[in-house]
């Protein structure tokens, strides 16, 4: 009968450990999925940002790239009218050599010669004028190239700026997460030992009870242990065993640093079979909240905060045992204690 009893106590200190450990590795998987969806969020908001800036500038581009086909075009329909000047003028500066040596040559025919002389100078100056009003418009041309080829400098630094701006915020999104992961791991750490402290504590004080056991990562105390039969106000005997778990939440609270979000769950627990109808209580998620709520209650008068507590009824729907015999009955009726995050 000893060495029963002692494996059962090492069975009963090993599973609490062990489903702290999954509990911890469960939440931090949670965590880290919340993290990724969370950056894969912010990082597709930001390239879809990108792709908008990307498209609009790319618009820009090819509108100044036709345009600056089009001047181009003109600049160079330019240049053949003033080569074809050029060539004129040096056509009539032939002609005009060609009729002065004739004037040498021909005294009588000089009147004539003078005229055709002054009808090629003014053809001449014409030409002149033409070529030079053709040079102002190559001149403004290139003018207008210089500054087509500064606006799209001007873009390319602006599309530049924007993917640098894109990889800085894809840095600081994966160092958000990464310090994020960090301070979780840290915080459920500390709340998974002072979970384990606050558990071997419970097992210390109230270890000599067989009704009051631990499952999974819960404290379960038997209803009769705290309440009479289809009541919910807390007995003689369990307002005994409540200020043992009263000393032991209060010792808990000035533990835990006031960062590290945490409640006490208080869960009520019934059998299957229905209440009588004749009671206050119309039915068993009446009665099981009720006794929840009491507990809380109690121990808030013995001064635990009302921030760290929480009540809840389950009625007969989270049964332990199935079945409706009087030993599954009467370890189903119950109440359940559970140290969980906020």
């Not at 597709?44 to 790239?65: C, F, G, K, P, Y």
């Amino acid at each position: 009968m000893a060495l029963g009893r002692r494996r059962f106590s090492t069975q009963q200190d090993y599973w609490p450990a062990f489903v702290d450990m999954l509990t911890t590795l469960v939440l931090s998987i949670i965590f880290l999925l919340s993290v990724f969806s969370l950056a894969q969020f912010f990082l597709s908001q930001q390239i879809t940002d990108r792709d908008t800036v990307l498209s609009r500038l790319n618009a820009q581009i090819a509108e100044l790239t036709e345009l600056l086909a089009m001047e181009r075009a003109s600049n160079r329909d330019l240049q053949d009218n003033v080569s074809l000047l050029e060539s004129n003028l040096k056509d009539a500066l032939a002609a005009r050599d060609s009729l002065q040596g004739l004037i040498a040559n021909q005294s009588g025919a000089a009147d004539a010669a003078d005229s055709k002389v002054q009808a090629l100078t003014s053809q001449l100056s014409d030409e002149k004028r033409v070529s030079q009003r053709a040079l102002a418009q190559v001149e403004l041309l290139n003018q207008q190239i210089a500054a087509l080829r500064r606006q799209i400098a001007a873009l390319e630094d602006a599309l530049n700026a924007s993917e640098s701006r894109d990889r800085e915020s894809s840095a600081k999104i994966a160092d958000l997460g990464r310090r994020l992961n960090v301070a979780l791991a840290q915080r459920v750490q500390e709340l998974a030992r002072y979970r384990s402290d606050f558990f071997g504590r419970l097992r210390e004080i109230l270890s000599q009870r067989s009704d009051i056991r631990v499952v999974g990562d819960r404290f379960v105390f038997q209803s009769e242990v705290l309440f009479d039969s289809g009541n919910d106000e807390v007995n003689p005997a369990g307002r005994g065993e409540l200020d043992k778990l009263a000393e032991a939440v209060l010792q808990l609270e000035g533990q835990i640093p006031p960062e590290i979000a945490w409640v006490l769950r208080v869960d009520g627990h019934t059998d299957a079979r229905p209440l009588s109808g004749t009671g206050r209580f119309r039915d068993n998620w009446e009665l099981s909240s009720a006794r929840a709520i009491s507990v809380v209650k109690y121990l808030i008068s013995k001064g635990i905060s009302p921030n760290h507590l929480v009540a809840a009824g389950f009625g007969e729907f989270q049964p332990l045992e199935q079945g409706d015999s009087e030993d599954a009955n009467a370890k189903n009726r119950r109440i359940e204690l559970k140290l969980t995050e906020r």
